[in-house]
């Protein structure tokens, strides 16, 4: 395929800076899309559309960044390359190396300061020169460098008797501990920076000093300074600490802190030099999949992890969270996209009530070069989103790129003496760090500067807070979003002043039900558009306003019908229409969706009193300005037109219909169908479910079950396409089932639909109705042939579990369904049914106890005829016992060291 000319090329990049989107500037020009796409990202990458021969490597800056890094030693000859490094954020957020900033200079014919050629001055090899030849260590005030001191023999308390200016001796005066009443202490690892050391090892934070200052001063070799020599004879700059590290940490230097490879899979190896582990499949044999668990945790309040990571070729990494006496896990964080470098993720941890344990599943594809390692893993309290940029990897926040503006990092090493932009926030000095975007590389209108924090992953609520300055406001746009998983935004702030010559405090309240990105947004209109700087970003679980309604449970408007109507009524002109009914199993009828065997409400409009009736159904009232997912099941019967048959509504508080939301679009044929609807009113709103009968002929029945409302959009809420672990409905695959596969055995079938054979099987499945099940086919089978079907592996634990699943089992010659439960070479009967059971779906519990691994097998046996199909949807593992549907029939302890209840639900 020829190539694109040059003046295609440059025609493209113009249209697209224009603001045609790729696909419109392709159709345009009668070129692919990727031939756009593909010319858009090397010029970002290269700032060229010409193909120009090169080694294919690239670029790491963006042509704002390198006129940047080229001005940098313009305005400060003495700057060397680390400094401009270290505050400079590259294509993927990486710290850029000093050499690419060398490279950079020499482009355009610059050279940096000389790098310092002398040995590096560690604070051992300090420690050791001031020994070597006799001298101390002393304390002086900021500014007293050059004062004549006399420094004494060191006394008990571990300090240094101080001489002041007169000679006079103060060791009966210095106190056993100096308290400067918690000083903020700065703490920066500038040895680190020169040394080339990870940003994950070395942290800049702000902290409390409250302990005896020169005892800690002498022990751990450090450099302390104040601004309280006043009043103390002391100073307090701290030049290095620790951050609060919490238990399930670890770095991998020499051992793995307590993390195992879980026996049952591939095992991780610490690399022979140690700083890392890896999952590499070379060494694994035939097994695929690699688990590390943490040793076990209890941590009582809200804390981040900070995970360092590196996927080579191709394979992912997952990071889940195994509550204590649950046999399920619970996943957290996912990723499958590889990298060539170190990368940090940001995983917030819920407190909670009992222990639990973190693991890490990696499973790298199968080949050389193909693995998965962990560089470091950091638990510190608090939140993630939470930042004050003192610390070198940014807390896990991104800079979208921009070619012309960008966030960079402010303040200490990337101070320029002639900058106009200001102190650091958290240290109140130059040495802190900060984030900030200038307009002075804005090219083009409305250049945007975006700096993301991590996604969250929980819901959580409260008050956000953060500083900004802001100078030249006419020039730029301060806007503050949050960003769901599907790119929806939503303003949550902008400031209501134009200038700031201090830092000013942001407080908002934010309501995240949901995983959410905060955004903060800054565009320019011009190259003098100024400056934005931020700083300090925290988040407290209680609002930041009291008139902030607390965060509200829409459960209210559940009701699935079993005990009455809960909050629901009808509008009753001429009679009641919607009616409270159940159904007991029968094969001629089907009953509710909820059990098979309650309540739900049917409305029968041949019977109503007038043609042209209508019956509406309305829900409990809910607050406006939130954004609800409504789902709820319904099945028509006898409708020769669906036109009205069931519709949905939003009304207001005067009980007028503000918008129809949803209405049938196609024949139920006889089966419950799931509908989700989401919808946001800025004003308190209320559901009606209005069914509409034109004539005699046209009607029929309409039946109704199984309202929920949640927050959130429904495509990104848990719901029957997005479960919870434990749960299993086949709508995305066999979750893992797998078939026990013997001689004159037939199979477990997955299909959507009616089953091939008439007057057996389901019309459709029980989660969506439209949707997969698992079931056998008995036209393929003979009589008293079996069909197992055996879930994953079950750790087991000490307290009781509940298994709840939907089975239906329809037709003359049904045979039998039977739960297993397997260990080794020995299986065990927990539950069975035999014949004909209904025409609907019917539920089942059963509750067992079992303290080591097993499985659970459903299996199915082929009845005396063709009809005799046999289908299981829906099924559910959780920590029992099961709520109030079970009768015990019998206990007994098996020989297979598990103890069992065999548990039947009554039809």
């Known amino acids: ?380 309290p608090g939140y993630c989103i939470e930042c004050n940029f003192e610390e070198h990897h940014l807390c896990g926040y991104s800079n979208q790129w921009n070619p012309n503006v960008n966030w960079y990092v402010g303040g200490s090493l990337a101070r320029d003496p002639q900058s106009n932009l200001p102190d650091d926030h958290t240290m109140n000095n130059e040495r802190g760090h900060y984030m900030y975007v200038d307009s002075v590389y804005a090219k083009r209108f409305q250049e945007v500067a975006k700096l993301v924090s991590p996604m969250t992953t929980t819901s959580m609520a409260g008050c956000l807070s953060f500083y900004y300055q802001r100078n030249q406001a006419i020039g730029n746009f301060f806007s503050v979003f949050t960003k769901d998983q599907l790119g929806h935004y939503e303003e949550i702030w902008r400031p209501d002043v134009y200038a700031t010559s201090n830092w000013k405090l942001v407080q908002v309240d934010i309501k995240a039900p949901h995983p959410l990105e905060v955004v903060f947004e800054v565009a320019f209109n011009s190259a003098r558009g100024g400056y934005v700087a931020l700083d300090d970003i925290s988040f407290s679980s209680e609002f930041c306003h009291t008139e902030t309604e607390p965060a509200f449970d829409p459960s209210v408007a559940n009701c699935d019908f079993e005990e009455g109507l809960c909050q629901y009524y009808q509008e009753q002109t001429g009679g009641s229409v919607w009616n409270r009914v159940s159904v007991k199993p029968n094969v001629y009828r089907f009953g509710d969706h909820t059990t098979g065997t309650g309540s739900f409400l049917l409305t029968n409009t041949r019977y109503t009193s007038r043609p042209g009736y209508m019956g509406r159904l309305f829900g409990p009232s809910l607050p406006g300005n939130h954004k609800y997912c409504l789902r709820f099941y319904y099945a028509l019967q006898g409708f020769m037109k669906l036109d009205n048959a069931l519709a949905l509504y939003i009304y207001d508080e005067n009980n007028i219909a503000q918008e129809k939301i949803w209405t049938v679009s196609e024949r139920s044929r006889d089966v419950w169908t799931e509908v989700e609807v989401t919808y946001l009113k800025p004003m308190p709103t209320k559901v009606a479910f209005v069914s509409i009968c034109r004539n005699f002929w046209d009607c029929g029945l309409v039946s109704l079950d199984d309202i929920s409302v949640t927050l959130g959009d429904c495509r990104v809420t848990t719901g029957p396409l997005n479960p919870p672990p434990g749960h299993c409905n086949f709508e995305t695959g066999d979750c893992g089932y797998t078939q026990k596969k013997k001689a004159k055995k037939g199979h477990w079938l997955r299909i959507r639909g009616q089953t091939p054979t008439s007057y057996t099987g389901p019309k459709g499945d029980h989660t969506l109705g439209v949707g997969y099940f698992m079931y056998i086919e008995a036209s393929h089978m003979l009589p008293k042939q079996s069909a197992q079907l055996m879930s994953t592996e079950l750790r087991g634990s000490g307290g009781p579990q509940c298994l709840i699943f939907f089975y239906h089992m329809y037709g003359s010659g049904t045979g039998t369904l039977s739960v297993l439960l397997h260990k080794g070479d020995k299986e065990r009967l927990l539950w069975t049914r035999q014949g004909e059971q209904s025409v609907s779906w019917m539920k089942a519990t059963v509750d067992y106890e079992c303290y080591t691994r097993h499985w659970i097998v459903f299996e199915a046996i082929r009845g005396s005829s063709v009809r005799s199909d046999i289908a299981i949807d829906d099924i559910v593992f959780k920590k029992g016992p099961c709520k109030g549907e079970s009768t015990k029939l019998f206990s007994t302890k098996s020989t297979i060291q598990c103890f069992f209840k065999y548990i039947l639900k009554s039809f």
């Not at 040895?191 to 005896?212: A, H, I, K, W, Y």
């Not at 993390?259 to 060494?283: H, K, L, M, Q, V």
């Open 1 to 380: 395929m020829p190539q694109m000319s040059q003046v295609l090329r440059e025609r493209a990049i113009g249209m697209l800076t224009a603001g045609m989107s790729t696909r419109a500037v392709a159709r345009e020009l009668n070129v692919h899309l990727s031939c756009i796409s593909r010319l858009q990202r090397r010029f970002g990458e290269f700032g060229s559309t010409s193909n120009r021969p090169h080694n294919r490597r690239p670029c790491v800056t963006t042509p704002a960044q390198d006129l940047h890094i080229q001005h940098l030693p313009l305005k400060d000859r003495l700057r060397p390359v680390t400094w401009t490094a270290a505050a400079t954020i590259g294509l993927h957020n990486q710290r850029i190396s000093a050499q690419t900033v060398r490279n950079r200079l020499r482009e355009a014919h610059l050279h940096a300061r000389r790098p310092h050629r002398g040995l590096v001055l560690t604070a051992v090899r300090r420690r050791n020169r001031l020994e070597a030849d006799g001298r101390q260590r002393v304390w002086r005030c900021v500014g007293e460098r050059f004062a004549d001191v006399k420094v004494m023999d060191r006394v008990a308390h571990g300090g240094g008797g101080v001489m002041d200016n007169e000679h006079r001796e103060h060791l009966s005066e210095v106190p056993d501990a100096i308290e400067c009443e918690h000083l903020p202490i700065q703490v920066s690892y500038d040895d680190e920076l020169q040394s080339g050391r990870d940003p994950m090892r070395t942290t800049s934070m702000q902290m409390s000093f409250p302990e005896t200052v020169y005892d800690s001063l002498c022990r751990n070799s450090l450099v302390i300074q104040t601004n309280c020599c006043s009043s103390c004879p002391a100073v307090a700059v701290l030049t290095r600490a620790q951050t609060q590290i919490l238990r399930g940490s670890c770095s991998f230097d020499a051992d793995s802190c307590g993390y195992t490879s879980d026996p049952a899979y591939a095992a991780w190896t610490i690399n022979e030099e140690g700083r890392f582990i890896t999952a590499d499949p070379s060494s694994s044999g035939e097994k695929e999949k690699f688990v590390l668990v943490s040793p076990e945790l209890e941590l009582r309040d809200w804390s981040c992890m900070r995970l360092v990571y590196q996927i080579s070729g191709s394979g992912s990494l997952q990071l889940h969270l195994r509550p204590e006496g649950e046999n399920f896990d619970y996943m957290l964080w996912t990723v499958d996209r590889p990298s060539d470098s170190w990368l940090i993720a940001s995983v917030d941890l819920r407190n909670m009530s009992g222990a639990y344990q973190l693991l890490f599943e990696a499973k790298p594809s199968t080949g050389m070069g193909n693995s998965v390692a962990i560089f470091e893993i950091h638990i510190i």
